[in-house]
C-alpha cells in the first residue's frame, strides 16, 4: 500500500517535470529560431551559416538542455508507468502552454482553446485516477 | 492529393505510435527505476541504447518525423496537428494489444476526452 502511494508520488512528480521541461523547451527553441530569422537560403554555404548561428545561441541550447531533460524523464517514467497513462496524461502540457501564453505574454485565446483545454483537464484528470502500472508489481 | 494526405497522416500516427510503444518496450526491459543519482541515471541512459527496442523506437519516430515534415510541405498545420489528436486513441491500442496493460474503461473515456480536446486546442 505505501509503495503503491509513493509510487504514485513519484509518477506525478516526474509527469510535472516531464511537461514543464517539454513546454518550456518548445517555447525557448521557438524564441532562439525566432531571433536568428529565415535563412536566406538553403544553398550549402547559407544553410552551414545558419547552423552556425543557431548553435551559437544561448536560448536554443537552453532549449536543448531542457527538450533533453525531457526525454530523460520521459524514459524514466515508462520505466515503471504504463504507456496509455503517461501518453494522455502528458497533454496537460497544451493546457500549460495556453495558460503560459494567456497569463505571461498576454496572447488572445481564442474561446475553442479554452473548451479544449478545459476537456484535456478533464481527461487527464479521470486518467490520472487510474492506477499508473498494470503490467508489473501490482 | 486526398489519398497521399491520408496516407502520410496515417504513416505519421501509425509509425509515431509504433516509435513510443517501442521506447516503453526498451524501458519496461531495462525494469523500474528506482535512485536518481547522477551514476545510476547515468548508467540507465547507457543501458537504454543497448536494447534493440530502443533503436526500432528511434527508427520509427524518426519515419513519423520526416513524414509529418512532407506532409507539412502542402496541408496546412491547421489541418495537420489537430488530426494527430488521435495518437492518443492510437497508442492506448497499441499498448493494450501490444504491451498487454489493462486500459480499464476510466482509462479509455480520458484518452478520448483529451483526444478531442487537445483537437479543440489546436483547431
Known sequence: ???????????????GLMVTFGS????????????????PSWAPGAALAFFVRAFG???????????????????LLLSWADFSYISPASAIGYALVALLGYFFLGEQVPATRWIGVGLICLGVFIVGGTHPNTTQNR | MMAQTALFLATVVIAGQ??????????????????????????????????KWMWIGVGLMAVAFFSLLALLSWENV????PATAVNYAVGAMGARFLLGEQVTKERWIGVIIVCIGVAFVCV
Open chain 1, 57 to 75: 545561441s544561448g536560448t536554443i541550447w537552453l532549449g536543448i538542455v531542457l527538450l533533453l531533460l525531457f526525454l530523460v524523464s520521459y524514459m
Open chain 2, 18 to 51: 509504433l516509435g513510443e510503444l517501442s521506447l516503453s518496450q526498451a524501458m519496461k526491459t531495462l525494469g523500474e527505476v528506482k535512485r536518481f543519482d547522477p551514476a545510476t541515471l547515468l548508467r540507465f541512459i547507457a543501458s537504454a541504447f543497448r536494447v
Open chain 2, 78 to 81: 491547421s489541418m495537420v496537428v
Open chain 1, 1 to 15: 500500500m505505501a509503495e503503491r502511494k509513493s509510487r504514485r508520488g513519484k509518477t506525478l512528480t516526474l509527469l
Open chain 1, 24 to 39: 518550456l523547451g518548445d517555447v525557448l527553441l521557438g524564441r532562439g529560431m525566432k531571433q536568428i530569422g529565415d535563412p
